[in-house]
Structure formats: C-alpha cells, structure tokens
C-alpha cells in the first residue's frame, strides 16, 4: 500500500488540502474512477483494470465503465454509444408525445414541442458526443427523422431535406453536412 503511495500524482494530495482550506469535501463513497482508452483490446483493458486502484484519503474508489458528468453519459471505450442510446429513449417518449397530440395542435405548437422535448436533447453538449462514428448516430438520425416526419404529417419515405428546412434546423453535424444526424 505504500509503495502504491508513493506512486501518485502529485497534485492529488495540494488538490486535498486546497480543498480542505476553503471547507469542500469529497464523498469518497459516490466518487468513482474511469479507465477510458479507444485503442486498446478488451483483453488489455481487462487486465489493466484489475492491476489499478485509486485510493483517495485511504478510501478505495469504485471503478465505473460509464460515468454521468452534467448529464452526459461518458462510457470507457469514448464512442458515446451509452449516451446516444439515452438520447434515443428521450427521442422516443418525445416522439410518442408528438404522434398523440399532432391530430389536435397546430404546426406552430408542434414546433414549440420539438424545440422543448426533442431539439435541446439533440443540442445539449453536442460538440462532445457529435463526433462519434456514423454507425453510433445513425439509429439517433432514424429517429429523428422519424420525428419529423410524425410533425409534418410526411410519408414515410420521403426525402428529409424539406422537412430540416420547415423547422429550420441543419442537423447534429452542420459544419460537415447538413441533415446528418
């Protein structure tokens, strides 16, 4: 044990102190460690999460797969699946939401809908988890455009372009195309 001491950051005991200064505290009990790496083996993550512990005022610290850090969900492997897939169950209660009540409301209460159950879910922390791999998204951009076209009463296979354009959004990736999601 002190061996493993005397190999910590150094910043870790002023970080404690400079906190116990101005009265904040950690609850070692709800504070847990990720190990994250996007070019290892499962095989060599395995192994290296059995050789880690972090102590933190002589209290073992729980080792976590995905953490939940102002409400995005950050997984170990950092291709924001575990957050899409958040996203997504959002999108589909909103969407459920929207094919109920579209028969009664006006497209300009639909909009104020969308704007307020689907488009902040969609923008919130963006620049974060807007960058995963397409095959990550994807099934993010099927449901929103499914979304849409439950709001404009659309067919089912019709073309998506004039459907961004009515509710004057450009998509998750707008500085590379502009109705990818």
């Given at each position: 044990?002190?061996?493993?001491?005397?190999?910590q950051?150094?910043?870790?005991?002023?970080?404690?102190?400079?906190m116990?200064?101005?009265?904040?505290?950690?609850?070692?009990?709800?504070?847990?460690?990720?190990?994250?790496?996007?070019?290892?083996?499962?095989?060599?993550k395995?192994?290296?999460?059995?050789?880690?512990?972090?102590?933190?005022?002589?209290?073992?610290?729980?080792?976590?797969?995905?953490?939940k850090?102002?409400?995005?969900?950050i997984?170990?492997?950092l291709n924001w699946?575990?957050?899409?897939?958040?996203?997504?169950?959002?999108?589909?209660?909103?969407?459920?939401l929207?094919?109920k009540?579209?028969e009664?409301?006006?497209?300009?209460?639909?909009?104020?809908?969308?704007?307020?159950?689907?488009?902040?879910h969609l923008?919130?922390c963006i620049?974060?988890?807007?960058?995963?791999?397409n095959?990550v998204?994807?099934?993010?951009?099927?449901?929103?455009?499914?979304?849409?076209?439950?709001?404009?009463?659309s067919?089912?296979?019709?073309?998506?372009?004039?459907?961004?354009?009515?509710?004057?959004?450009?998509?998750?990736?707008?500085g590379?195309?502009?109705?990818?999601?």
């Open positions: 044990m002190n061996k493993q001491r005397k190999e950051d150094p910043s870790i005991p002023s970080s404690l102190l400079l116990h200064l101005n009265i904040l505290s950690i609850n070692n009990h709800k504070t847990p460690y990720m190990l994250t790496s996007k070019s290892l083996r499962n095989t060599d395995e192994i290296i999460q059995l050789s880690f512990q972090v102590c933190l005022n002589d209290v073992l610290l729980s080792q976590k797969t995905c953490v850090y102002l409400g995005v969900l997984d170990s492997n699946s575990s957050h899409v897939q958040l996203v997504r169950t959002k999108l589909s209660r909103a969407s459920h929207l094919f009540i579209r009664f409301a006006p497209i300009a209460v639909l909009k104020m809908l969308y704007y307020s159950f689907v488009y902040c923008q919130y620049m974060s988890w807007g960058t995963a791999n095959s998204l994807q099934p993010l951009n099927i449901l929103h455009n499914k979304i849409l076209g439950i709001m404009t009463f067919n089912y296979s019709c073309h998506v372009t004039p459907l961004y354009k009515s509710i004057s959004y450009k998509g998750l990736r707008s590379k195309k502009s109705n990818r999601v």
